[in-house]
C-alpha cells in the first residue's frame, strides 16, 4: 500500500513562533488530509487537499501531487496547537496515516 | 451538531469477555470505519463499510466483527477480547470513501 512518511517526529516552538510540517507519499493519489490530534486524544480534521494551497485562520496546507508532498504551515503559534498532526492518504478504501509530527507550543 | 459518537469512552475488562463499542453518526454519511491507534503503530485501519449491510476487512481485522445494519450505526465487536487489544479505537465516517473522514472521540480500552 501507499507509504506516508512524515517530518520531523518532534518539533518543539516557543508561542508565537511559525513551523511547517511536511508529508511525503510514495504514489500518486486523489486526496490528502491533514488531522490535529489534541491532548485528549481526539481527532480534527484540519484539510481534505488534493492539490493546491488552502487556508483556515493560521494554519495553511499546500499538497505538490506531482511531486508527492504535502506542507502544514503553522503561523504564530499558539500553547493550544500542541498535540501530533497527521497527513494521510488513501490506499484502497482505507486512509494511510503517517506516524504523525508531535508539536509542542511553549509559553 | 453534526458528530459521530462512540460509547464507552473508558472500557476496562478481562480476558475473554465479549464486549461491543457502538458508533453512530448524525450526518447520513455512506461510508463508517474503525481504526485503532497504537504507540509506534499509528492509526491502522479494523473494518470498513461502504454502505449498509457492506463491510469489508482493513489491515488488522483478526480478532474484530462488525455490522452495518443500519446506515448511522457500525458498532465494533470484540467477541473474546486478548491484552493485545488493549488499545485507543476510533470510528470514523466520510460522505464517501475517499471524502473528509469526520472522527469519533475514541474509546480507550484496556483488556487485562
Known amino acids: 500500500g501507499i507509504q506516508v512518511e512524515q517530518s520531523p517526529p518532534d518539533l518543539i516552538l516557543q508561542e508565537g513562533a511559525n513551523s511547517t510540517l511536511r508529508c511525503n507519499f510514495s504514489?500518486?493519489?486523489?486526496?490528502l488530509q491533514w488531522f490535529h490530534q489534541n491532548p485528549w486524544g481526539q481527532l480534527i480534521n484540519l484539510f481534505y487537499?488534493?492539490?493546491g494551497t488552502k487556508q483556515n485562520g493560521r494554519l495553511s496546507a499546500t499538497t505538490v501531487a506531482t511531486e508527492r508532498y504535502s506542507l502544514l504551515y503553522i503561523s504564530s503559534s499558539q500553547t493550544t496547537d500542541s498535540g501530533v498532526y497527521f497527513c494521510?492518504?488513501?490506499?484502497?478504501?482505507?486512509?494511510?496515516f503517517g506516524k504523525g509530527t508531535s508539536l509542542l507550543v511553549t509559553p | 451538531e453534526a458528530q459521530v459518537t462512540q460509547n464507552p469512552r473508558y472500557l476496562i475488562t478481562v480476558t475473554g469477555k465479549k464486549l461491543t463499542v457502538t458508533c453512530s453518526q448524525n450526518?447520513?454519511?455512506?461510508?463508517m470505519s474503525w481504526y485503532r491507534q497504537d504507540p509506534g503503530l499509528g492509526l491502522r485501519q479494523i473494518y470498513y463499510?461502504?454502505?449498509?449491510?457492506?463491510?469489508d476487512k482493513g489491515d488488522v481485522p483478526e480478532g474484530y466483527k462488525v455490522s452495518r445494519k443500519e446506515k448511522r450505526n457500525f458498532p465494533l465487536i470484540l467477541e473474546s477480547p486478548s491484552p493485545n487489544q488493549t488499545s485507543l479505537y476510533f470510528c470514523?465516517?466520510?460522505?464517501?470513501?475517499?471524502?473528509?473522514?469526520?472522527f469519533g472521540p475514541g474509546t480507550r480500552l484496556l483488556v487485562l
Open positions: 470514523a465516517s466520510s460522505l464517501q470513501g475517499y471524502g473528509t473522514q469526520y
Open positions: 450526518i447520513n454519511h455512506e461510508y
Open positions: 487537499i488534493p492539490s
Open positions: 463499510s461502504m454502505n449498509v449491510e457492506v463491510t
Open positions: 504514489d500518486s493519489v486523489n486526496n
Open positions: 494521510a492518504a488513501p490506499g484502497g478504501y482505507a486512509l494511510n
